[in-house]
């Protein structure tokens, strides 16, 4: 019933459409009834007129009044007698009563065909007779409330039933589970037109009515006894699978073959031992499966519901009519027990994966129910406007557009869940799954994300070597490859399984993946960026910071210490002025240090001359700028503190493999064994000659002079002495 | 200068703070605040001077700037910041500030600028003076020539942004050192023009219109 290429959920829907179809030919079966418009009734041994139905043109007074005989125009009167009233005809022990039943039954169904009928009512003051017309057809409103329950059973167990084998079409306890879901529809729906009858019935109707209801529900017991010998364990050879086929079937043409209705009345006896061994099968396979607690568990489920349903319908409704006594509940609201068993069974999915089947395939089942809403509604549109219920068929068509199509709508999109993601929505999810840092969050995010654009069934992980999105299985999957490192996955069935994924679908999950691969490639660099970036605040803190930092520490005159702490915040300020560059333009560097030096030496009162070579261009990197720094202000402080001097001059001349610095002053030089001196300076020559610089010093009674010479321009040497 | 507020959450700084003014200027009534809602409360009256730490513990002394422009709008706002980066210093100088103190700066130097800052007479930084360049450079249009440097507030700007102090410009353009000066004021008043054309460039730009202040 499943081809490859045809979506489970397709077929589903189709069924539960062609469902619903029986259920409204079997609907327009009950109606197409003669009907009298009496509610009739057994009172003690005589039959009574308990109500009339609502529209029926029957006079009130004959309620309460006891129905002694019905009578076509000039034919012989047909008595009426509480057995015909009967639900259940089978129940019925004797054939030769059954035979009369069945006879006076079409008697009196032809009476009433005939359009026109005398009833004859018993009086005090003797018998009393009343001419009717009968209509020809019964209103759907009269139909009683058993007549709807059972065609909800016989729904259901198809319902169930399809829904199983749609998804495990290959697994055969699936197929005997329908079928026995399929023999209770047919003995529901059989009873519910014979059990909801007013008076009579045809012959005909009965012969079939009557042939399919046994046989239904002897092919429920082929279902569920085969089931349960091959689920969830086979305990039997399988050979004697087919065994309860072969018998029950057997049966099934004793009651329905030529001596038909004869062996009708055995067809509860039949039912009852058919029970009993369906009770027997279970209590094995508990057995059987003792050792294996899923297996146990799900046994639990779906054997107590079993036995609880089949077995409350056989204790309540055929058992007492075994053994003489009147059903304890109508063998209509007995059918209810039959949703015991699906019930058990929608539990068993959820709890132990009963059928191998799992939550998502709740999925596909809503959607069924989503198709019969919808065409109940649409059927509940056409009913009520072909009774006319609708004053007038202007307000008919504003209620149409005002309430009906919106709220079928509603329904359908419900239903669909299929809606198209706004390309700004689209992206936003992407990037945010591509910056989401939570592997499990990525994971989450990502099969959400799938998961509305595609609404699919299920979502399953693939190894991480699926490299290629493709469609398989004829669009029954769609394989989506992995890209950096969010794994592969497979979406089965689009649309919570109403279709399969086409190649247009194919074409969008891969212009979506190639977006999400573009966002987690930029993602990936910027977190390169970012970490490359913090390696190198992290080098010149290290570097710079943390050196100036601990020479303060360890240095002793408060001045020294003084000087150092400034130049480390000045060097901090640099680094977060300009966190983006990793080195500095000469030019702005050399403009920068002249500001601060000449500040310094404008507050002290010292005439200062700054002499530079135009520098038009040139970069410099971190560390050789702090050695240029750390030259002039080392230079400018000691000339400031100890030199005397009034008069400064710096000098830079630009060579062609580096600059030239020069510092000096007029003052009268200094005693270089004062240790902090000789501290900075030695400090200044193990920096320049690590960076294959020279700085030198010369000083005397006439001024000091500074020098120094930094390889600017050579980006090897420096790498070299990085 | 009579009442000089003074906004510093170190207790140390603030006392060295304290200091230096005192001694800038001895007959000034001199009251601190150590947040912004402290100094947001202390506006009241009117203030002459105020020297405004950026980096508060519950906010930013932009507001405090922003609070003064409206309370005294003549008193002369001056931002002092220890690690300001020069984006932190410009967008001060735009929402109103006369000028900005670094705090690593020596007693003697920091006083010097304080007073001249007083006066009236701001200095810029090299570094600050070519973002501001870059500013100008990166506005959106602006309606009015307002909000545009003219050629020689550029010329002003470009030495400074070179090395030279504020003299070594003035005498590099043979101009007078106040007229210098005065050319940095233009600038920073600018700055906060563009920058509100710039905000009504973005807030259009985005669909918002620009809510009349």
Known sequence: ?722 | MKRILIVEDIVETLRWLVEIVQSAYPAATICTANSVRTALSKLDGQIDLALIDLGLPDGSGLEILRGLNKASPSAIKVVTTVMGDDASIVSSLSAGADGYLLKETEAAVLSRQLTQLSMGLPAISPSVARRIMEHFRLTGPVASLDGRLTERETEVLTLISKGLRNAEVASALNIAETTVAGYIKIVYRKLGISSRAEAAWHANRLGLGLKPE
């Not at chain 1, 020809?136 to 039933?161: C, H, N, Y």
């Not at chain 1, 569920?224 to 309860?244: A, E």
């Open chain 1, 1 to 722: 019933m499943t081809r490859p290429h045809v979506a489970p959920g397709a077929v589903f829907a189709l069924c539960v459409v062609l469902y619903l179809a029986a259920a409204a030919a079997l609907t327009w079966v009950a109606t197409a009834q003669p009907w009298l418009g009496l509610r009739l009734g057994v009172v003690g041994q005589s039959v009574v007129v308990t109500d009339i139905a609502q529209g029926s043109a029957m006079d009130r007074d004959m309620i309460g009044k006891r129905l002694l005989s019905v009578s076509a125009d000039n034919q012989p009167a047909i008595p009426v007698t509480p057995l015909d009233l009967i639900e259940e005809p089978d129940g019925i022990g004797d054939q030769e009563t059954l035979r009369r039943f069945f006879d006076r039954q079409d008697r009196l169904h032809d009476a009433l065909r005939s359009g026109a009928v005398t009833l004859t009512f018993d009086q005090a003051d003797g018998p009393e007779s009343v001419s009717v017309r009968v209509q020809e057809s019964r209103p759907v409103s009269d139909l009683p409330m058993k007549f709807w329950t059972q065609i909800f059973v016989a729904f259901v167990g198809m319902f169930i039933g399809t829904w199983v084998v749609c998804l495990r079409p290959h697994e055969q306890a699936g197929w005997w589970f329908l079928l026995s879901g399929i023999g209770l529809a047919l003995a529901s729906s059989s009873a519910a037109i014979y059990s909801s009858r007013e008076l009579a019935l045809s012959l005909k109707a009965y012969s079939v009515a009557c042939r399919v209801n046994p046989g239904g529900s002897l092919l429920f017991g082929i279902g569920m006894v085969t089931l349960f010998l091959s689920y969830p364990r086979r305990i039997v050879p399988k050979p004697v699978l087919w065994l309860p086929t072969l018998l029950i079937g057997a049966c099934i043409l004793l009651v329905l073959g030529p001596g038909w209705p004869d062996k009708l009345n055995n067809a509860p006896d039949m039912i009852a031992i058919i029970m009993v061994a369906l009770l027997l099968v279970i209590a094995a396979q508990v057995a059987a499966n003792r050792r294996d607690p899923a297996a146990r568990a799900m046994l639990g489920w779906l054997g107590v519901s079993v036995a609880v349903g089949a077995g409350g319908f056989v204790l309540t409704s055929i058992l007492p009519t075994l053994i003489g006594l009147a059903p304890v509940i109508e063998q209509s609201t007995a059918f209810l027990f039959f949703l015991i068993i699906y019930a058990g069974i929608a539990l068993a999915v959820t709890r132990y994966r009963l059928f191998d089947l799992a939550n998502w395939s709740y999925g596909i089942l809503f959607y069924g129910l989503g198709v019969a809403l919808l065409l109940g509604l649409d059927a509940a549109l056409i009913y009520g406007l072909s009774l006319g219920r609708a004053p007038a068929f202007g307000i008919a068509l504003a209620a149409i557009c005002m309430v009906y199509l919106p709220l079928r709508d509603k329904v359908w999109v419900l239903l669909k869940r299929n809606r198209e993601i706004p390309a700004e929505e689209l992206y936003r999810r992407v990037t945010q799954i591509a910056h989401a840092r939570d592997p499990e969050d990525k994971q989450r995010l990502l099969r959400k994300f799938w998961s509305d654009i595609f609404n699919p069934l299920r979502i399953k992980d693939q190894p991480a070597s699926t490299t290629i999105t493709a469609l398989q299985d004829d669009g029954r999957i769609l394989t989506l490859a992995s890209i950096g490192n969010l794994p592969a996955l497979s979406l089965e069935l689009a649309g919570q399984g109403s279709r399969l994924f086409s190649s247009r679908d194919l074409a969008r999950a891969d212009a979506i993946l190639s977006l999400l691969d573009a966002s987690l490639s930029q993602h990936e660099t910027y977190l390169q960026a970012v970490s490359a970036e913090r390696l190198r605040i992290n080098r010149d803190m290290h570097d710079n910071i943390g050196v100036l930092l601990l020479s303060a520490l360890h240095t002793g005159p408060r001045e020294r210490k003084d000087l150092l702490i400034r130049q480390t915040l000045a060097d901090l300020r640099e680094l977060i002025s300009n966190p983006d560059q990793t080195d500095w333009d000469l030019r702005d560097l050399l403009a920068d240090l002249r500001a601060e030096i000449i500040t310094h030496f404008e507050a002290a009162h010292i005439t200062v001359t700054w002499q530079a070579d135009e520098i038009t261009k040139g970069r410099i990197s971190h560390r050789l700028a702090h050695a240029l720094r750390a030259f002039l202000r080392e230079g400018t402080s000691n000339i400031l503190r100890h030199s005397g001097a009034t008069e400064a001059k710096v000098q830079i001349d630009l060579k062609s493999d580096g600059v030239q610095l020069t510092l000096s002053d007029n003052g009268s030089g200094f005693d270089s064994s004062v240790a902090s001196l000789g501290n900075g300076f030695r400090n200044l020559r193990n920096r320049f000659t690590q960076l294959q610089g020279a700085f030198s010093y010369s000083t005397g009674a006439k001024g000091t002079t500074l020098t120094a010479f930094l390889p600017l321009f050579s980006t090897q040497k420096e790498a070299a002495a990085e």
